[in-house]
């Protein structure tokens, strides 16, 4: 249903666009979304992640490439008709304490987006009750336990799904989740990324999963497409059980070296866990290999050569990938 090719977003610095403290957070980012598919992020902190994200859901602008939803461009429809696309995008944040407002009760906070639908569709107030109903059943909790209460008077695990709720209302065709399970507590996740499965086999709803934890994104969709981002650029995708399990972008096996247990893999992922350099500040240079000061298998050509990504259905962007590292052991070690 979406597709993104060449996605571009430059954050202005203090001398604008073009000026050296302008930050590249997206960068030559291309993928696709499949109708109920999952497609996850993985990439550590300030990688641009949460960028691509908004980016999607129309709540930030983009510098360059296209976004084409339902082979729609929409940089190229009136305002009121990609409004009316962006709106079946729907954004499941990280806190979903901050997501809701702690004045209003939850019967509030789900009707008042059903109000705008009802008003488009001429539905009355009996249609909104009964949608207010179905969708809190379709998130798995009890309308009437929780229909009069506040925010607060609900664990993480059920404001989430109330964050949920809400985003279902108007029958999106994707949920963006980021980070959607990282703030509730270990022993309630389980459920909030089972219900997004479910969501997906039941209604066709795509999950775009965006984490730093590789074994949930496994649980969303190991039928899915797996990215792994690094400043910015994609630099390893494929099927998510093929990036987890057959790791060749170094980044990604140092990224999957730091997950303690993968749960159900029955092979083992990177045993042994690879060292990364400290995290370099400012702009990586364009020519080059924007990991190779990191990577503990760098050689000079990563230095002068940019790698593009290469392989077919699995692809990766490095001069030496996994079968040729040619520094068994990393450097650091
Ligand atoms: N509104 C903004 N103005 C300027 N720079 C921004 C803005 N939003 C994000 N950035 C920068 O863009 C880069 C990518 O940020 P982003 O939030 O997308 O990363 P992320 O991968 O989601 O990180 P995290 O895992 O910490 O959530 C970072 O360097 C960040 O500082
Ligand atoms: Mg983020």
Avoid at 10 to 37: C, E, M, Q, W, Y
Avoid at 69 to 96: F, K, S, W
Avoid at 108 to 123: F, M, N, S, Y
Wanted: proline share 7%; glycine share 8%.
């Amino acid at each position: 249903m979406i597709e993104v090719r060449h996605l571009e977003k430059t954050f202005p610095g203090t001398r604008g666009l073009l000026g050296h403290d302008a930050i590249k957070a997206v960068n030559d980012v291309s993928f696709h979304i499949p109708d109920g598919g999952a497609v996850s992020f993985i990439g550590e902190s300030g990688c641009g992640k949460t960028t691509i994200g908004r980016i999607l859901a129309g709540l930030e602008t983009y510098t360059a490439g296209e976004v084409v939803m339902d082979g729609q461009n929409l940089a190229q429809l009136p305002r009121r008709q990609r409004a009316v696309l962006l709106r079946r995008v729907q954004l499941i944040q990280q806190d979903p304490y901050q997501a809701l407002n702690p004045a209003r009760t939850i019967e509030q906070a789900l009707t008042d987006p059903l109000k705008v639908i009802a008003k488009e569709r001429g539905a009355d107030k009996a249609w909104i009750m009964h949608r207010l109903h179905e969708v809190l059943e379709l998130v798995g909790l009890d309308p009437d336990a929780v229909i009069y209460k506040y925010p607060h008077m609900l664990s993480g695990g059920q404001r989430q799904r109330i964050v949920i709720a809400r985003a279902l209302t108007v029958d999106p065709s994707v949920l963006v989740a980021d980070e959607a399970v990282s703030m509730i507590d270990v022993s309630l996740r389980l459920g909030v990324l089972k219900l997004l499965r479910d969501l997906r086999e039941r209604f066709k709803i795509s999950v775009l999963f965006i984490t730093h934890d590789v074994a949930s994104a496994r649980y969303v969709g190991d039928d899915g497409q797996m990215f792994v981002i690094y400043k910015g650029r994609i630099v390893e995708h494929g099927l998510t059980d093929e990036v987890i399990l057959h790791p060749q972008h170094p980044y990604t096996q140092a990224l999957l070296s730091a997950v303690p247990v993968l749960k159900g893999l029955e092979e083992p992922g990177p045993d042994r866990y690879i060292p990364l350099k400290e995290f370099g500040h400012g702009q990586p240079p364009e020519h080059a290999c924007a990991f190779a000061p990191r990577c503990p298998y760098a050689q000079p050509l990563c230095g002068q050569e940019k790698p593009e990504l290469v392989g077919t259905a699995h692809q990766y962007a490095c001069h030496y990938p996994k079968e040729r590292h040619v520094v068994a052991v990393p450097l650091s070690e």
